[in-house]
């Protein structure tokens, strides 16, 4: 199952427990937060696709900045993503654990 936003990634993970279907269904998520790392880590998701959010909204201000100078803008902005499996998310939970 390809979860479309963080929302939808944790519910649909919260389902496949409680109807006890851990292992029948490969959930790829959307966004790198703690809970979904976990469930990474615990191999109910799969892996979740996380984009850099630092470099979308400094690509968003000098698009603003653009069309205040200009009056237009381009309509397509692509942005970094990565896909997170179970290793990588077990160095960032560690990682975030350490800043504890």
Known sequence: MLCLSSIYTRAVYQAVVD???VGEV???GFFAGN???E???KQIVFSTIS???REMGRDSVQALNELRRSGYTNSF???STQVIGYRAAG???T???AKK
């Open 77 to 79: 902005m692509p942005v």
């Open 95 to 97: 990682i975030e654990e």
């Open 35 to 37: 809970s979904i790392l």
């Open 51 to 53: 984009v850099d959010t």
């Open 91 to 93: 160095k960032l939970l």
């Open 19 to 21: 109807q006890n279907r």
């Open 39 to 41: 469930a990474i880590n």
């Open 26 to 28: 490969q959930i790829v």
